[in-house]
């Protein structure tokens, strides 16, 4: 199976929930109090004959108009129109906002040939929710115009595309894991978005259950060290993908 990181940016997130890009070479943490910092990076993954995206980033444009996640998918060799399954975790808009894009003003699908697969509660939820974490504009669009595929609970999407329902991070949130018999790979989305994570254990006030996704990035990188999956980090700064080893309680990322 092959991996290519699709770098988005870095972004600082302070209350407000609004990404603003963040250059570690030049801008000062120090002058924006109160924020996260965070990158973002979807996954491009070649598996067998098929072509995956797990999760869209913000869907930002370079300076010609074109999208990051499209560019960086040319880079890596690839066409954006042979995305054959676009593979959700959540969609806050920080994981969804690149499922769309807009040409000369006009909302169009970023991956016009894929199937885009949602876990029902989310989507439902998504739809409902009235927060500015979710950009209703672009659900509307998809269910006119895009190819879905609801996926519920935890299941087989195929048999090497597997989904877990986790929670805990939004109440209907997804991992995934692919398995093509000779690599096991797993994004853990945003209940494990970043290495630094597994190295200590604290409640964060950005998930829907903190306390369950403690313990999830617990048990996940105890199993990913057991079957030494490659774990796909979203948001992580230094490193975006890592085997994890688990020795005297001790994780580590290598
Ligand atoms: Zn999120």
Sequence with gaps: MQVFTLYEGSYSVA????????????????????????????FLVKLGN???????????????GELILHQNIKKAGFNPDDVDYVLMSHLHYDHSGGMVHKVDNLMSLSFPNATYVIQRGEW???FTNTSS?????????LQRNA????????????????HELTGAHTPYHQAWLLDDGQDKVFFG???????????????????????????LREAYGK???????????????????GHITYNDGVFAVI
């Excluded at 890009?21 to 801008?27: I, V």
């Excluded at 974490?133 to 669009?141: G, K, P, Q, V």
């Design 223 to 241: 199993q990913a060290a057991i079957e030494n999956w490659n774990c796909l980090f979203y948001h992580g700064k230094d490193k975006t993908t």
């Design 50 to 64: 098929q072509l995956l995206l797990l999760d869209t980033g913000l869907g930002y444009s370079n300076d010609k």
């Design 133 to 141: 974490s979710y950009r209703t504009e672009i659900f509307d669009f």
């Design 189 to 215: 989305g945003d209940v494990l978005p970043e290495p630094g994570e597994l190295l200590r254990k604290f409640i964060a006030k950005y998930d829907y259950d903190g306390r369950k996704a403690m313990e």
């Design 147 to 162: 190819q879905l595929a609801f996926v519920e609970d935890t299941g087989d999407f195929t048999p090497q595309i597997r």
């Design 15 to 42: 209350a407000d929930k609004k990404f603003i890009p963040f250059d570690p070479q030049k801008d000062n943490p120090k002058d924006r109090p109160a924020s996260l910092f965070i990158s973002v990076q979807p």
């Design 124 to 126: 439902e939820s998504a």
